[in-house]
């Protein structure tokens, strides 16, 4: 699974993009932030307030429960602020 | 057309090429963005730097390129972003719309750049000179885009 | 800036100067009117003639340019308006209008040129292969116009 | 007096600019327009049909009933249209 990270969320981890192999406990975004907060540390912080974090999935924007599968790319940004 | 860059654009020349050959199209508007000297804060803005998702940055702007040809009877659309470190004044954006009338360019130049600030991947990193900030979303962004009804509120 | 003249003009250069030097300019919308093959009729177009007033031409976009000003926030307006013969596909107009904010800049430039096509003494004639008329007035012209309030009915 | 003529009613009048001198009767553009139009030929047929004819004095726009002034510029023409 590939994931980004956008912004101040790229800040925040000191990550732009990465491959990972969550445990199969991971089925859903949700259940994936909290497995990258459990890193500790800018991971923990960057997800601290998901009010601010949007979710995009394939290049399609999500909602938090939108399942995964291992072949997904999956990124995380704020709000954006383009034009 | 749709064009995501990190060098400046002639306006002149685009909107040239854009109606260029088409003796149907009336009417052309353009909007143009600029880095303002005091952005969304109280600090001057020495620079700015325009992050962007590539892949979906593409599909978000055909897209909203592709909603605003299916609602106005347009003849040509442009969008052109800029990305990369931007100083005061610089040109960001580029978006137009040609048609045989004008209410319809008007209309549909407005939305695309209203649902292109709301739609499309770019965040934007201020410097000041006491340091630097990340922009935040505006609300009355949220509004313009959601004033065109159906999935008007970004994401 | 208001300007009227036989001959072409840039509209990069034209935009780009409107905004030179002033940081405060977020936005920049335009509107290019364009000649179209087909105007108001049925016939091709084979050329235009632009006649105007000069000495009222100068007074009525001075006053638009002055209403739009009063109006909204801005921070340059531009109308460059042609006269004499011009052929499809050729520029007959660019307004402009330059704000921090792109809605002022829009409804703005929307105003120019919809105040413009009412309160302007220009009179086109179009030459077909079938001979020449005289553009007739359109109503949905008064209507967009009047839709500003106070005084947009034309003339 | 100046009077001017622009567009078709140049073209019907086959005057763009003339110098007039009216007699006292001709106090306001009405009876400006009578007047011309009692040359016949082309003037009469220019103003056959007032609603499509506009009139500007000194370069404002008036009212038909406006009076007028010995160094008056008058101007007709049909409804604007350009842009």
Request: charged share 25%; net charge negative; aromatic share 8%.
């Given at each position: 699974?590939?994931?980004l990270?956008?912004?101040?969320?790229?800040?925040?981890?000191?990550?732009?993009e990465e491959?990972?192999?969550?445990?199969a406990?991971v089925?859903?975004?949700?259940?994936?932030i909290?497995w990258?907060s459990g890193?500790?540390?800018?991971?923990?912080?960057?997800?601290s307030?998901?009010?601010?974090?949007?979710?995009?999935?394939?290049?399609?924007?999500?909602?938090?429960?939108?399942a995964?599968?291992?072949?997904d790319?999956v990124?995380?940004?704020p709000?954006?602020?383009?034009? | 057309?749709?064009?995501?860059?990190?060098?400046d654009?002639?306006?002149?020349a685009?909107?040239?090429r854009l109606?260029?050959g088409?003796?149907?199209?009336?009417?052309?508007?353009?909007?143009?963005g600029?880095?303002?000297?005091?952005?969304?804060?109280?600090?001057?803005?020495?620079e700015?730097?325009?992050?962007?998702?590539?892949?979906?940055t593409?599909?978000a702007?055909a897209?909203?390129e592709a909603?605003?040809?299916?609602?106005?009877?347009?003849?040509?659309?442009?969008?052109?972003?800029?990305y990369?470190?931007?100083?005061p004044?610089?040109?960001?954006?580029?978006?137009?719309?040609?048609?045989?009338?004008?209410?319809?360019a008007?209309?549909?130049c407005?939305?695309?750049?209203d649902?292109?600030k709301?739609k499309?991947?770019?965040?934007?990193q201020?410097?000041?000179?006491?340091?630097?900030?990340?922009?935040?979303?505006?609300?009355t962004d949220?509004?313009?885009a959601?004033g065109w009804?159906?999935?008007?509120?970004g994401s």
């Amino acid at each position: 699974m590939k994931v980004l990270y956008f912004a101040w969320l790229r800040e925040k981890t000191g990550v732009g993009e990465e491959e990972v192999q969550p445990p199969a406990a991971v089925t859903d975004v949700r259940t994936l932030i909290d497995w990258i907060s459990g890193r500790g540390g800018g991971f923990a912080e960057a997800f601290s307030d998901l009010s601010v974090v949007r979710v995009a999935v394939n290049q399609e924007h999500v909602a938090i429960d939108h399942a995964l599968a291992p072949e997904d790319e999956v990124a995380f940004f704020p709000p954006v602020t383009g034009g | 057309m749709i064009r995501v860059q990190r060098q400046d654009f002639d306006v002149g020349a685009e909107l040239a090429r854009l109606s260029q050959g088409n003796h149907a199209i009336g009417g052309v508007c353009s909007f143009v963005g600029l880095v303002r000297d005091f952005g969304g804060g109280d600090r001057p803005v020495v620079e700015m730097t325009l992050e962007h998702y590539p892949r979906l940055t593409e599909k978000a702007l055909a897209e909203i390129e592709a909603e605003a040809r299916s609602r106005w009877p347009l003849e040509e659309t442009l969008i052109i972003h800029r990305y990369g470190e931007l100083r005061p004044g610089e040109r960001i954006v580029l978006v137009a719309a040609a048609s045989a009338h004008r209410q319809a360019a008007f209309e549909a130049c407005r939305f695309l750049i209203d649902w292109l600030k709301v739609k499309a991947p770019f965040w934007k990193q201020e410097r000041t000179p006491e340091g630097s900030r990340w922009v935040e979303a505006r609300t009355t962004d949220d509004e313009s885009a959601a004033g065109w009804g159906k999935d008007g509120e970004g994401s």
